[in-house]
């Protein structure tokens, strides 16, 4: 809540986690059944899936600093298996708790102000943001004082804590989207309008069962006025939104049912209501956000040997063609990490790496870490004078694969592997995909491949170039794909082939549409730009050739 | 309509650990599949559904998993069974996690 200086507050969680060792107390003695508890569990981040409790711990828009990250990797050491699992919403997950430990891991988790606290449940999940925030070139403006603004004033709201259902915000600062603000409940995105800065907002965007891409509810909002909206957005659909239908219940539906117009126009109203309950404490808040996101100092540093490592070292000249990003400042750059080695589980990271991550950060890094909705790390302001010594590091680690944005830097969520939900398997088909493309993946270029285990859509397949979603046919394994589909500024679901793959083919089929697009692109192509000019047919002619040679 | 009895066996979660358990013949809870009570008749079924259900300190979420009964006992018929009878198929890399695996 908005009167919090620092949210949440140090004795707000111990409180929280108090309550909860209560709560599993109780719950091992009997004194409360698993239908009492569960609730209890999953407003603490607490899920029980295949073969072991899970632990989702949120990490606000995507930053970390490098005590953080210590803990992280401590609480993997002590408590579970020695790794965490990043995901696609800029959380972490430990698949091995016990739960009689977990009250134990959320006490050393609050040490540094890190928690599960809506990471689960029909609340506002954790805000998501630009993993490059404050660092990238094309930045208008650092999202996060205001992605940390909406945390504080959504945190334990007590309107919202029993919405419909889950509702997921992202805030981006940048012309090119890199929070996938379009396939979020709620998106905003800063903008500026005759060099004034506000917010464009976008509502009823989600993959899932349904996937809709979010639509533009009002172009320039006012800075002052983004919470009271935000707060009748929230109000309007929380009245209007269904109940009776868990798979209804998302907002995305809401307003397609109601029609954006009449949605927006029931905002308005709410929003008149709402406004003069914000007399403008939110708006010094801001400005105090502001100063503590403030970039660091980055001190003019010669570059010659970085150019000099280039030349002398193919690995480190490979590594940074891929994995560097544009910084705002000269001789800095934006150093990604992947956490794709070839063959490797998309996103997990041992302790021994992310301790090693955490000292690279205080040491070249200025103490600050992202976590990527592609599921990699970031050492976000790096000079490029430290990027040799950097490499080095990383490469001891098993950290320096040069594969940020290719073909084998494969979003895969934990499928049958872990999850109660799922209908197939993803990890595995991840890594056989990436071994298979790992050698002429640098020929390729850009190129997203996203992979689900289920229609929840966590892997994000929908907006990959190519998507492959895990379903359970008629007692097998089988792998539906799509082509197409774009997570960036102009979000595109991509659209299905046809018949589905066994999962023994499933790399094979991958394959071959990788080899059609090397032979149909014009130089220069991206995949999707050479699918929208040759259409679909090519590509499945690819993916289907056996069964037309047999048919022949 | 009720769904049509398939023969198999009672599976739950550990409440501790949460890992996979089996109802076995004597009423003990085990965590080799192979060790569980293959159960063919629905009057059977629903009586050790109850009696799982009777014991919340130790098994969450008990159901019935339909299973193939061998010589070296039940084995699991459906891949999702076979995957919680064998932990992920994709462990993370070999040195992590032997610790307390
Ligand atoms: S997409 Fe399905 S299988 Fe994958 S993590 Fe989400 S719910 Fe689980």
Known sequence: MLDAQENPTRSYLDRRVAEFRSQVQRRIDGALTEDEFRPFRLMNGLYLQLHAYMLRVAIPYGTLNADQLDVLAEVSERWDRGYGHFTTRQNIQYNWPKLPDVP?????????????????????????????AGAHADELMDPRPVAELIRIWSTDHPEFQFLGRKFKIAVTGSPSDRAVTKAHDLGVRIVTRNGETGYQILVGGGLGRTPVVGKVIREFLPKADLLPYL???????????????????????????????????????????????????????????????APPVLPPRDTGGFDAARRADPGFASWSDVNLRDHFADGYAIAMISLKPHGGVPGDASAGQMRAVAQLARDFGHDEIRVTQEQNLVLPHVAKADLPALYARLKAQGLATANVGLASDIIACPGMDYCALATARSIPVAQQIAETLADHEIEVGEMAIKISGCINACGHHHIGDIGILGLDRAGVENYQITLGGDAGTDMRIGEKTGRGFSYDEVAGAVE?????????RDEGERFRETLARTGAEPFKAALYEEDTAHAA | MAKRFQPGIVSANDLLSGAVIYLAKDGTWVSSMAKAEFITDEARAAARLTLAEGQPEIAVGPYLAPADDTDAGPVPNHFRESFRAQGPSAPARKSWGQAHA
Do not use: C, W
Request: glycine letters at 4%; zero cysteines; charged letters at 25%.
């Open chain 1, 512 to 520: 071959r549409l990788i080899h059609a697009y090397l032979d149909l």
């Open chain 1, 231 to 293: 707060e009748a957005v929230l109000s309007v659909y929380n009245l209007a939104g269904r109940r009776d239908n868990k798979y209804k219940a998302r907002i995305k539906i809401t307003v397609n049912e109601m029609g954006l117009e009449a949605f927006s126009a029931r905002v308005d109203e709410a929003f008149t209501r709402i406004r003069p309950a914000f007399s403008g404490a939110d708006q010094t808040l801001l400005e105090e956000l502001q100063s503590a996101f």
């Open chain 1, 104 to 132: 134990d891991m959320l006490a050393r988790l609050a040490d540094v102000n890190l928690h599960a606290i809506q990471t689960s449940g029909n609340t506002i999940r954790n805000v998501t943001s630009d993993p490059l």
